[in-house]
């Protein structure tokens, strides 16, 4: 029997209109209507992942490197179980996508079909809007509004549920292109006047930026505003690229981990100007006012982080605006003895940093040579053999700070995992290539992170993604490790448990030949830049197992002082 244009086929018909290209997913039975019909469609295809977690992840990494929301197809009840990790991330980090779950038959609903369950209630805690369609017809007015929602700031992951009847049901609705939201908007000249105040009474501020400042584009305005005021930029969570790396004004990302060293970082500003960033975002934050009790500007387009948590003058806007709009009002109200204060302060500041810098990399350095070779030494090797154009997706976990010293790239470069579950690089890595065919993408993974989405490898060699990885091989969770000892201390006898991964170790090189891709365990930082360069010249995914130190002994019984 044939049935003509289908549920499957509006829905399809709608994506393409809406500009999707990639549909990353894993599929089931609830979804095949859908992906049958991928075949009868020109312009949509399906990025196989073998893992939903996977899907959602290299989906985030398209989303992030295009703008663009990014379409993911999961399967029913586990699978969408499955993918609620990798979408905690995307909504922390505000990642736009569209996550499409196959659901049971609606006639046969009461019966609890396998695999089948309350989707949205699933999905709700972790989405910005969960729905289940409820009629072929609604299927493109749906899919419209979810777009719409998704790409809205805050921005976020939208998680429709359709039962597989809809979409084998013949369906007549119109496709169009959804209706989005330009979000440029200008704040209230008032809010921007007492901001304007407000600074103009600091001596020393300060600015703590994140994630709106990228995707607004504010990157030159807020570089303009910290020169303007002699102000540190610190980063304010996990977030994309806010400052350009080579802005001598660039400070630290504040703790995500441990919230009680702000004040003592923060303790020399006066005010904070925190720009389309969470205040703040940390696993164990200090309880009060996570700034503490200096006055706070907050501008941003995301009304349920603005002030949350912290008194502040509010700012509502689009951050290039606001920010640009600051700038214009510091600059016309300025006392020229302020001015001239703030200029020599942002010479001193400056040169704070680039001293703070390098004795960063004077210490980085003193451990070069080591054998095992330091991880510092291992991601310097890297960045220095990759290509002036390639695509980093960084999951160095407790290499972050090492890894930020060697990789200077600019905004839409160079990708972390966002919202604190590990284990989304190797597949965010995916989708950066799917949206950057031909340009070299490399993703550097400690070795803890990759075992989770390591199926990424596969996925690369099954679409011919030339992706290579550098995994940082030093048998631990080597965070956790760290993170036992600041919180309860280095305590003698006891040891990490659960934190070693050895016994057996883990071969890269073995694992990613399993899968289709090359694969080289590399000892010797001299082997790091010759391996990396024949990767790229390979045009085929490979893994670099590369062996680094750096673990953390338990403290010996009787020895050793509780931190
Ligand atoms: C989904 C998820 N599971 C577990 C954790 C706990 N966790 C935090 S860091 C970490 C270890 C990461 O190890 P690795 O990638 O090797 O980096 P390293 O710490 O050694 O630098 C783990 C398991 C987490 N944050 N998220």
């Not at 393409?16 to 095949?32: C, D, L, M, S």
């Not at 369609?133 to 007015?141: H, Q, Y």
């Not at 930029?233 to 080579?246: R, T």
């Not at 810098?357 to 330091?374: H, N, Y």
Request: net charge neutral; glycine share 12%.
């Amino acid at each position: 029997m044939t049935v003509g244009r289908t549920g499957a086929d509006a829905f399809l018909e709608q994506l393409i209109a809406a500009g999707v290209r990639w549909i990353f997913g894993n599929p089931g039975t609830t979804e095949q209507a859908v992906l049958d019909k991928i075949q009868d469609h020109d312009g949509i295809d399906l990025v196989v992942a073998l893992h939903e977690g996977a899907a959602v992840a290299a989906a985030e990494g398209y989303a992030r490197a295009t703008g663009a929301v990014g379409a993911v197809l999961v399967h029913a009840g586990p699978g969408l179980g499955n993918a609620l990790g990798a979408l905690y991330n995307a909504r922390a980090g505000q990642t736009p996508l569209l996550v499409y779950v196959g659901q049971a038959e609606r006639r046969t609903f009461y019966l609890e079909p396998t695999l089948s369950g309350d989707f949205t209630a699933f999905a709700a805690p972790w989405a910005k809007w969960a729905y289940e369609i409820r009629s072929t017809e609604e299927i493109p007015a749906v899919l419209r509004r979810a777009l719409k929602v998704a790409s809205t700031p805050p921005r976020g992951p939208v998680v429709l549920s359709v039962p597989i009847d809809l979409t084998v049901a013949p369906c007549e609705a119109a496709v169009v292109p959804p209706s989005l939201v330009p979000t440029a908007v200008r704040p209230d000249p008032a809010a921007v006047a007492e901001a304007t105040r407000i600074l103009l009474g600091a001596r020393a501020p300060a600015l703590v930026v994140g994630d709106g400042v990228a995707s607004s584009g504010a990157i030159a305005e807020v570089a303009a505003l910290a020169r303007l005021c002699g102000a540190p930029i610190f980063g304010g969570s996990m977030s994309q690229v806010c400052v350009d790396p080579e802005e001598p004004l660039r400070a630290a990302r504040l703790p995500a981990v441990e919230g009680a060293g702000v004040e003592k970082i923060l303790g020399p500003y006066d005010v904070i100007v925190a720009i389309g960033t969470k205040v703040l975002q940390q696993i164990f934050p200090v309880p009060g006012q996570p700034l503490g009790a200096r006055p706070v500007i907050h501008i941003g387009l995301d009304p349920w982080e603005l002030a949350k948590s912290q008194p502040s003058a509010v700012v509502f806007g689009d951050e290039r605006v606001a920010v640009g709009e600051l700038v214009e009002g510091l600059s016309a109200q300025l006392p020229p003895d302020r001015r001239a204060a703030w200029a020599e302060r942002a010479t001193a500041v400056a040169a704070a940093l680039a001293g703070a810098r390098e004795r960063a990399i004077a210490a980085d350095r003193a451990g070069f040579g080591a054998s095992p070779m330091t991880a510092e030494q291992a991601l310097a090797e890297i960045a220095a053999a990759i290509p002036a154009d390639a695509y980093v997706v960084d999951e160095t976990i407790s290499n972050y700070g090492a890894a930020a010293r060697y990789f200077h790239l600019g905004a839409g470069r160079w990708f972390r995992g966002r919202g604190g579950g590990v284990g989304v690089g190797m597949a965010m890595a995916v989708g950066v290539q799917v949206a950057h065919p031909g340009r070299p993408v490399l993703a550097v993974v400690g070795d803890g992170s990759a075992m989770y989405s390591l199926t990424a490898v596969w996925t690369a060699a099954h679409h011919d993604l030339p992706i290579v990885w550098a995994i940082l091989n030093n048998r631990s969770y080597r965070l956790l490790k760290q993170n036992t000892v600041s919180y309860r201390g280095a305590v003698p006898g006891r040891a990490f448990v659960g934190a070693d991964l050895t016994g057996p170790e883990l071969d890269f090189a073995s694992l990613a030949k399993g899968m289709g891709a090359q694969g080289l365990r590399v000892t010797e930082p001299g082997q790091i830049g010759p391996a990396i360069r024949n990767a790229f010249a390979g045009r085929a995914p490979a893994v670099l197992d590369v062996v680094v130190g750096g673990d953390l002994a338990p403290p010996p019984a009787g020895g050793g002082a509780r931190s």
